[in-house]
């Protein structure tokens, strides 16, 4: 009985838990924003394959963003580095870092 009530805490909690998220730093330019839906678009080399990929993110009240205030603070065609965990729903954001443009200086 005990094994029992055990087993099934143990499966509670799995399921409470959801998916693991997978963790990974997503780099590209931004190509759409979504402020009603709470997304962006980057595009990116797929670090696995090799292949171009747009690779859409959710942001939520907790990301926190570096270079730009909130994802209004984005526009298309920015440089960003994403830290976002990935479930089999969707790409979550962590945080949002504008990578920002470095002036060279040519004498």
Known sequence: MKKTIAFLILGAAVLLAGDPLRA???EGN???????????TVSRVNPGTGAQEQ???VVS???RYVNAGSLSGLDIGDRVAIEAGSSAQAWKASQVEKKLAVALAVT
């Open 24 to 26: 990974e730093t997503i």
């Open 30 to 40: 931004v190509v759409a924003l979504n402020a009603g839906a709470n997304t962006l």
């Open 55 to 57: 690779v859409e993110v």
């Open 61 to 63: 009240p907790e990301t």
